[in-house]
């Protein structure tokens, strides 16, 4: 599928089935709401409203269901009408499935999605995550043709008004070209200026680690937020080394890094109102004479010391620097980390959320309902340092990068130990997000995270669908629309 070219229109066009294959998916009782003047030209002539009828009242969903139009040229697919509470109501997860196992072949196809305007935006992105454009397969390299999926939407519900164009954005990799240029630290730059973690980290690989910052300061700004990224671009797990099958799949321990610099892409290419830094934390985790050894104590760039007791909890040392830089150099009012932390997080939430948690009440429900609208699951994480924090409890340092007890909330300890550098009386927002489990699915990357962060700061875009996926507030009095916008309204659920 690495040379599928996948298109969002407001509308796809008519054409038979038999020259464009058509897929059809949505809950069942919206396709139930769908009138036939709405999909028949996409198939007419060889599917007739009755055949059309007759499929919607064979359609069983539980939790899919697909039934067939015309051979293989046009199916219809039901997603689940009704999901827990902790899932995402776009069905998100059941529609990146349909579309994999139930599109039709072929080099020009199309999919229509029914369903309510609130859940446009996951949709978009589940169907994206059906699509891998990374391949190294040697066919793929050869065919040079490209495959095109055009996606129409077609909305019910309460507001039923058709999309405009401005409305869709196209989910695929944005532009390079953002008129930015990076903050880099390298190399022993790092060691000089006091970043510990990340320098102890990578200092034994080849190439050497690095501190990388993008930065958005627009005019107008009321508030700086930073998102802070593990970019781990592979993890021996270093002289504690992994063993031969968890070792495979660590190309992947930079998933928070990706996440943090596709949605800073996309974010910035839609229009942000407030200042926003990407901090990337690089560094890859080898083994050689110059690497980290247990026993040895880091000063990372907090001025804390930390005794490395497992040289494979490298991830909360290198954002820790991250985060500290974020507060100290960048004046971040609101700072979240994303990355692959612990293996204990997909124990603690499973394979399709990940784990937040966060010094704010109104911000762990904030992210939980980003995920529910996004399609980005997340559900939280215990936070209590009273009673967990002393698991890092070191006799020579300050303490020390892993837990004595691992079977004591081991992933609230590891946000722990990141949140330990701010201060756990740090002023202000700090928002820790675990993706290890849902950044992947079997051995392909899902692109995880972009679309979280998306809908949680979409109130600060200037694109009307984040607006409205968004669960942070906004000004709803007319008479304040007038007022200089406020940071702490904006951040409030």
Known sequence: MANVVLEFKVSAGDSEPQSRPVLIIGQHTNLQQVSWSQIKGKLQPVVSKEIWQAALSALNPNPTDSCPLYLNYATVAAIPSRVSRHNSPSSAHFVSRLVRSCLPGGNNRCIVMVCERSDVFASCCAMARAFPIFSRRSASSRRTEKKHVTVEFVIVGQDANPLEAAELEEIRAVGNELGITPVIIRGEELKQKG???????????????????????????TQTIAWVGKGIVYDTGGLSIK????????????????????????????????????????????????????????????????????????????????????????????????????????????????????NSEQWEAAVVRAGRSS??????????????FSEFTSAMADMKNSVADRENAQSSCAGLFIASHLGFDWPGVWVHVDIAAPVHAGERATGFGVALLMALFGQASDDSMLNQVSPLGATTNASEDHMERDCKRRRLV
């Open 375 to 388: 399609g980005d699951l997340a559900h939280p994480l215990v936070y209590c340092p009273e009673l967990h």
């Open 243 to 358: 063993g031969k099958t968890t070792m495979p799949g660590m190309k992947r321990d930079c998933g928070g890094a990706a996440a943090v610099l596709g949605a800073f892409k996309a974010t910035i290419k839609q229009g942000f109102k407030d200042n926003l830094h990407a901090v990337f934390c690089l560094a890859e985790n080898s083994v050689g004479p110059a690497a980290t050894r247990p026993d040895d104590i880091h000063i990372l760039y907090s001025g804390k010391s930390v005794e490395i007791n497992n040289t494979d909890a490298e991830g909360r040392l290198v954002l820790a620097d991250g985060v500290v830089y974020a507060s100290k150099d960048l004046a971040a009012d609101i700072i979240l980390d994303m990355a692959t932390l612990t293996g204990a997080q997909g124990i603690s939430t499973g394979k399709h959320h990940a784990a937040v948690m966060t």
């Open 195 to 221: 970043f510990g973690g990340i320098y102890g980290v990578g200092k034994a690989a080849e190439h050497p680690p690095a501190l990388a910052v993008l930065s958005h300061t627009p005019q107008g700004a």
